[in-house]
């Protein structure tokens, strides 16, 4: 596609549920990355994938959240067992990798969690 | 967290005047970003400045950096009202491959 897409767009869920959080990148881009980002915040790293696997998941919060990128594509970030404090916009990027390169970011979800 | 720190954290200026925004680092960079982001949601990749490299421009921007005090600094000369947005400088570190790592922000106000 023309862009990094991000679905949906908004998601509310209840607390204690489960939720996936969907990143389509730009096509032939190797580096994938999450972000989650609070109102005044700037975006807070979550985990970063080159190719199928994942470079560095240091970000991740706990182990309630997960990302997986099977196919070296598309990526879905997981989260178990929401909590209100989960609520923020996630923001995927993607860049065609190497240290010297853009990335191109995506409109994110806004995660409202009730 | 290895974050950059942008200064001041919010800025209003008038239209015509220069903005600058700066940032500070903690340990030795690959490369320093400074991207963009409006009322919504998506950031916008603004200027990409290399660790070897001390100043760049980009139309109306200008980036420098400077590795011996870890800082850099964007400055947005004749600012325009639709420059009302939120900047972030994002670090690349030396150490191995690392992601973007970003600051919390600048929120620049241009008042026509």
């Known amino acids: 596609g023309a862009g990094v897409s991000q679905t949906p767009s908004n998601k509310v869920t209840e607390k204690g549920k489960y939720v996936e959080l969907r990143c389509d990148p730009i096509?032939?881009?190797?580096?994938l990355y999450w972000y989650r980002q609070s109102l005044g915040q700037g975006p807070e790293f979550l985990i970063y994938?080159?190719?199928?696997?994942?470079?560095?998941d240091s970000g991740l919060p706990n182990d309630r959240f997960f990302a997986v990128r099977p196919e070296g594509s598309v990526s879905t970030l997981k989260i178990q067992r929401t909590e209100r404090g989960d609520s923020a916009v996630y923001l995927c990027?993607?860049?065609?990798?190497?240290?010297?390169?853009?990335?191109?970011f995506g409109q994110g979800t806004r995660l409202t969690v009730v | 967290s290895q974050q950059g720190e942008e200064d001041p954290q919010a800025l209003s200026i008038q239209e015509g005047e220069n903005a600058t925004m700066n940032c500070s680092y903690k340990?030795?960079?690959?490369?320093l970003q400074w991207y963009r982001q409006n009322s919504g949601r998506g950031l916008v990749h603004l200027i990409l400045?290399?660790?070897?490299?001390r100043e760049k421009h980009s139309g109306r921007l200008r980036v420098t950096l400077d590795t011996s005090k870890k800082s850099s600094s964007l400055l947005i000369t004749a600012s325009r009202a639709a420059d009302t947005a939120s900047y972030f400088c994002?670090?690349?570190?030396?150490?191995?491959?690392?992601?973007?790592?970003f600051g919390k922000g600048t929120r620049l106000s241009v008042i026509a």
């Open positions: 990027a993607s860049s065609l990798g190497g240290q010297h390169t853009e990335a191109f």
């Open positions: 096509s032939g881009h190797t580096a």
């Open positions: 994938f080159q190719g199928t696997g994942a470079a560095d």
């Open positions: 340990t030795s960079i690959n490369n």
């Open positions: 400045i290399r660790s070897n490299e």
């Open positions: 994002a670090t690349v570190y030396n150490s191995g491959n690392t992601p973007l790592v």
